[in-house]
Nanobody, 115 residues
Framework: QVQLVESGGGLVQAGGSLSLSCVASGIFFGFKGMAWYRQAPGKQRELVAEITSGGRTNYADSVKGRFTISRDNAKYTVHLQMDSLKPDDTAVYYC?????????WGQGTQVTVSS
């Protein structure tokens, strides 16, 4: 059974920083990459940042220059460093692992940015 466990969410003031981490465990095949998504109340889940097994990264326009995604493939761990946070970044953040035939999701961690 594959599990993704996120940590690091919380409450921060606008302009502050938070760091999220996600560790994957279990047996899986065809690892392709990991990503962070978020879902704010009343909105659809959206991609925040992704990183492939080869290290290529992609960011949503809204977080470019403020968020940094990194990974440790050997440990199937992904991090998201979030700086200059804005109230609009408030959401539940979900870790995602993409494999050849399926995706896996974490349970989500709440990030709240107060103005």
């Amino acid at each position: 059974q594959v599990q993704l466990v996120e940590s690091g969410g919380g409450l921060v003031q606008a302009g502050g920083s938070l760091s999220l981490s996600c560790v994957a465990s279990g047996i899986f095949f065809g690892f392709k990459g990991m990503a962070w998504y978020r879902q704010a109340p009343g909105k659809q889940r959206e991609l925040v940042a992704e990183i492939t097994s080869g290290g290529r990264t992609n960011y949503a326009d809204s977080v470019k220059g403020r968020f940094t995604i990194s990974r440790d493939n050997a440990k199937y761990t992904v991090h998201l460093q979030m700086d200059s946070l804005k109230p609009d970044d408030t959401a539940v953040y979900y870790c995602n692992m993409e494999c050849e035939y399926t995706d896996y999701w974490g349970q989500g961690t709440q990030v709240t940015v107060s103005s």
